[in-house]
């Protein structure tokens, strides 16, 4: 009996982009999948495009009346049929055999409980958003691979009472961002198994380049600096290695080189990252 795989997609604002991942699921070789789309729309935004996909995709289309991408996702969830869960950004599209050799990798590695891909531009080789690497390995809460739309589960080899998300954390909460590296971080302190690996490719346009500007990287870091106070609070001490990485030495590191090279968009944009970093340790609290 083949692995079946449950994809819970958290959209809002978007369409076309919606319509291109739907797109890429229709070219999947691995066809034993649901797609559990949760739709934050108001408008019908996307109705018409998940009609016209509903006869070859196996698609439940909810419509919710609140917003928050952690939240929408935790409560796709509940709806999830599929041994192997993943949460796919609404703005993001799988190569071909995605699915084929996510269930392939679930299926040879024994006790693999979280499988993370690699996030590579737009019909392109160069890596994307997210922590990624050419080299496939397996990974701890040390060196944390991949972001939230490559990461993969294993429904079988998880505690259920830990697959969820923090609700303060991504996209229309207090935090936003750092709501893959959170539940990542928590799952692996419980003792389970992660693989990396770069050959399986999710395209998504690079939006985390200091070209971009310095507001996105401010949003987005103090969702870090909170998830880091958030395991600081449980007196985990191993979070020491992230204050130590995150808070002091990699943005420093960052803005000396940006000096180095003349380079005041990537200081500006490093500065802004050690900023968001703090306001997000600081604002989470106690």
């Known amino acids: ?14 369409d076309l982009e919606v319509a291109d991942f739907l797109k890429s699921l229709l070219l999947q070789t691995y066809k ?3 797609l559990i ?10 109705d018409a495009i998940v009609e016209l996909f509903k006869c070859n995709l196996d698609v439940q289309h909810i419509k919710v009346d609140f917003t928050g991408n952690a939240r929408a996702r935790d409560y796709g969830i509940t709806f999830a049929q599929g041994r ?5 950004d609404d703005d993001c599209a799988y190569d071909k055999d ?15 409980s979280i499988l993370v891909a690699g996030s590579y531009d737009l019909a392109s080789s160069r890596f994307s958003i997210g922590v990624n690497s050419p080299k496939a390995h397996y990974f701890s809460r040390f060196s ?7 990461q993969f589960f294993d429904r079988n080899r998880i505690d259920g009472k830990q ?6 954390f991504g996209i229309g909460s207090k935090y936003s961002g750092a709501e893959g590296f959170e539940m990542l971080y928590r799952l692996l302190r419980d003792g389970n198994i992660a693989f990396y690996t770069p050959e399986i490719k999710i395209y998504h346009p690079d939006k985390d380049h200091y070209k971009l500007g310095t507001g996105r990287m401010l949003m987005y870091s103090t969702g870090i600096g909170a998830y880091i106070r958030k395991f600081a609070n449980q007196r985990d001490v191993f979070i020491w290695y992230y204050i130590i990485r995150k808070m002091f030495i990699a943005p420093i590191l960052k803005m000396l080189l940006a000096l180095v090279l003349f380079n005041p ?15 997000g340790f600081l604002a989470y609290g106690r």
């Open 265 to 279: 968009k990537k200081l500006a944009y490093s500065f802004y990252n050690l900023v968001g970093i703090w306001r």
């Open 84 to 88: 192997i869960i993943a949460f796919p």
């Open 98 to 112: 995605v699915l084929a050799k996510v269930v392939a990798e679930f299926s040879s590695r024994e006790n693999l």
């Open 37 to 46: 789309i949760i739709d934050q729309n108001k408008d019908g935004k996307i």
């Open 144 to 150: 944390m691979m991949g972001v939230e739309f490559t």
């Open 163 to 168: 697959l969820h998300l923090d609700h303060d």
């Open 32 to 34: 034993n999948f649901e």
């Open 1 to 14: 009996m083949t692995m079946k795989v449950s994809l819970v997609l958290a959209t809002l604002g978007r």
